[in-house]
């Protein structure tokens, strides 16, 4: 059974950092691409950071220079680093493998002004 456990969120001010980590079962995670996605109230889930099998890596242009994505084969997780935090990077962030559909159920970040 997959199983995607994110954690790490919570509330922080503008300008401070945040990880969150997601730990991943049930499933070959070594082949594939991972990623983290996020979705505001009212927005739609959209694609944060992305990291391959291979460690080659894509983000979202708001968060470039911020937020590093990185993954550890041998601990099958995969983490998002968060620096120099917005009010806009409020939102609920997913943990997901999106070829496969598979995603986890969520966590807070909330960063408050």
């Known amino acids: 059974q997959v199983h995607l456990v994110e954690s790490g969120g919570g509330l922080v001010q503008v300008g401070e950092s945040l990880t969150l980590s997601c730990a991943a079962s049930?499933?070959?995670?070594?082949?594939?691409?991972m990623a983290w996605y996020r979705q505001a109230p009212g927005k739609e889930r959209e694609m944060v950071a992305e990291?391959?099998?291979?460690?080659?890596?894509n983000y979202a242009e708001p968060v470039k220079g911020r937020f590093t994505i990185s993954r550890d084969n041998s601990k099958n997780t995969v983490t998002l680093e968060m620096n120099n935090l917005k009010p806009e990077d409020t939102a609920v962030y997913y943990c997901?493998?999106?070829?496969?559909?598979?995603w986890g159920q969520g966590t807070q970040v909330t960063v408050s002004s």
């Open positions: 997901s493998a999106p070829l496969k559909g598979y």
């Open positions: 990291i391959t099998g291979g460690s080659s890596r």
């Open positions: 049930g499933f070959l995670f070594t082949l594939r691409r």
